[in-house]
């Protein structure tokens, strides 16, 4: 790389013993190469372990009727979380009228819904069953994150609710 | 005038500084590392697009393993008062020789009627038996993790504490949950949830509000 034969003997051929004269000096062409692959190595490596934290503030929960938050039907969303990374989810109050979906397909409908909605009304409800993972709640968090959702709430679905999760993953079979 | 003799250069570069360069660079970088140290509870985190770094001072730290099992940790400044705390809040009463050894431990693994024996443990024993430490209660019935919470803000005597939740992808929801509970009984409703970094999917919400924030230069 850095050092360039100038004078090439063209004659030597297999098995012709070279008759040069040896320097001491040692290409350290190799030896730099080594080194700055092991810098960028470690560099590269010790960077992207830094291990973030994800902020989450829980609200105080509260036996007060009074200060529970009126939800518009017209702009709530509620997720369920179910079994096997499914995500059941319907608009309003109407549980039976619940539709599947998975983690990649969630973002589309929640732009969707955001989109048609009056940003005030808004309203995201997650409900994380008994069978999700807390990969799965960090999942939707962040999804909110993401798509810059001002309200949503995490709770647990009621019971009429598990019973459909339920009943859809005996029909699809879901373990 | 004589002529100033043009030398016929050698292309050839000396490397030995260069190497000599690459070397002590690499040397500075081993030396300087960090290391971090070898977890005694695997944990795989979720990622998120999160990008605060993780506070290392002043933390409460609760591991969920992917069994479902919690353990506590928490920053090595606080050990001494929280387990003084903890032992006027339980009656219970620790000898100098277990308040060494708490501060020697990396987490505390089991109910607290065993904490002395666990306490006692070496680390090899307690590496080799960890699959078999049940973890700190966190069901309704026995949340003792609760006690811990309320040890360690009591020991800090209204200081600010970061509370970390550690969680393994594969941990289920109510295990969480029941953490979270034990957090809420002790009115404490802010939490670190420790993630890997992620990228922000370009073109997201979130994405297109940071690029006007970068060009505007305000933040909220």
Redo the contacts between chains.
């Keep these: 790389m850095a050092e360039m034969e100038v004078k090439e003997s063209s004659k030597k051929g297999p098995g012709v013993k070279k008759s040069k004269k040896h320097s001491t000096r040692v290409d350290l062409t190799p030896m730099v190469d080594l080194g700055f692959l092991l810098i960028t190595f470690f560099i590269f490596t010790t960077t992207v372990q830094q291990p973030t934290a994800m902020n989450l503030n829980m609200p105080k929960d509260t036996k007060d009727p009074k200060l529970d938050m009126p939800v518009k039907q017209s702009g709530s969303l509620t997720l369920m979380l179910g079994k096997g990374n499914v995500i059941y989810y319907y608009f309003g109050n109407d549980p039976t009228k619940m539709q599947t979906t998975g983690y990649k397909a969630v973002r589309q409908i929640i732009l969707d819904k955001k989109k048609s909605t009056p940003a005030a009304d808004l309203f995201i409800i997650i409900k994380p069953d008994k069978d999700a993972t807390y990969k799965n709640a960090v999942d939707i968090l962040d999804e909110m994150d993401i798509n810059d959702i001002g309200k949503y709430a995490m709770v647990d679905p009621t019971p009429e609710e598990y019973g459909l999760i339920q009943k859809t993953e005996q029909a699809g079979g879901v373990k | 005038m004589a002529r100033a003799k043009i030398k016929r250069g050698?292309?050839?570069?000396?490397?030995?500084p260069?190497?000599d360069v690459?070397?002590l660079?690499?040397t500075f970088?081993?030396l300087a590392?960090q290391f971090?140290p070898q977890e005694a509870v695997e944990v795989v985190?979720?990622?998120?697009?999160?990008?605060?770094?993780?506070?290392e001072k002043d933390f409460l730290n609760v591991t969920?393993s992917k069994d479902n099992k919690v353990y506590l940790n928490m920053d090595p400044k606080i050990k001494e008062d929280v387990l003084d705390e903890l032992g006027k809040e339980r009656n219970m009463s620790f000898s100098a020789q277990d308040k060494k050894n708490f501060e020697m431990a990396d987490f505390v693994a089991v109910p607290l009627n065993q904490l002395k024996q666990f306490l006692a443990l070496t680390p090899e024993q307690v590496k080799s038996s960890i699959a078999s430490l049940p973890g700190i209660p966190v069901d309704s019935a026995n949340n003792e993790l609760k006690a811990w919470i309320s040890a360690a803000i009591n020991a800090r005597m209204g200081e600010q504490l970061n509370f970390?939740?550690k969680?393994?992808?594969?941990?289920?929801?109510?295990?969480?949950?029941a953490v979270?509970d034990a957090?809420?009984a002790n009115?404490q409703?802010?939490?670190?949830?420790?993630?890997?970094?992620?990228q922000?999917?370009e073109g997201?919400?979130?994405?297109k509000?940071n690029l006007m924030e970068q060009r505007t230069g305000k933040k909220e």
């Design positions: 050698s292309t050839a570069v000396d490397m030995t260069m190497c690459a070397f660079l690499l970088f081993i590392a971090k985190t979720p990622s998120s697009v999160s990008n605060k770094v993780a506070p969920i970390l939740i969680g393994d992808d594969a941990v289920k929801y109510p295990t969480f949950k979270i957090f809420k009115d409703y802010k939490y670190n949830l420790v993630t890997n970094a992620k922000v999917p997201s919400e979130l994405y509000k």
